[in-house]
């Protein structure tokens, strides 16, 4: 089975406040839930914001480390699930499920082959 990242975008800003907020996170366990009980759920986390990233790269021939993240954006990925689904298709059907719980835009894209 093939392996996909669901990576959830999320605005810039505060996140709701916890009448919104709490709601999503629960019906967010039951479909992480479901999902585990399916066989297709192998891993998920939610980010901090941008601001809190480090970024690592190589100039002149040195390792620098520099704060914030590599890029400004209106929207950042703020957290994302790990799948195993037999196709696109399939991993499709859970994004579907995923952005209905959320409100929030899901991209999804397969790992290369582990061979």
Do not use: C
């Not at 479901?34 to 970024?55: C, K, Q, T």
């Not at 002149?60 to 990925?77: A, I, L, N, S, W």
């Amino acid at each position: 089975m093939q392996q996909y990242l669901l990576n959830i975008q999320q605005p810039v800003g505060d996140p709701p406040p916890p009448e919104v907020l709490e709601p999503i996170m629960r019906e967010l366990t039951a479909l992480n839930d479901e999902m585990r009980a399916a066989g297709v759920w192998v891993f998920a986390g939610g980010l901090h914001d941008p601001d809190a990233s480090s970024v690592v790269r190589v100039k002149d021939g040195e390792v620098v480390v520099t704060d914030g993240p590599y890029v400004e954006g209106k929207e950042h990925v703020g957290g994302f699930t790990v799948l195993r689904a037999a196709d696109l298709d399939e991993a499709l059907k859970w994004a579907g499920r995923l952005t209905r719980v959320l409100g929030l835009p899901i991209e999804v894209r397969p790992f290369h082959d582990r061979a």
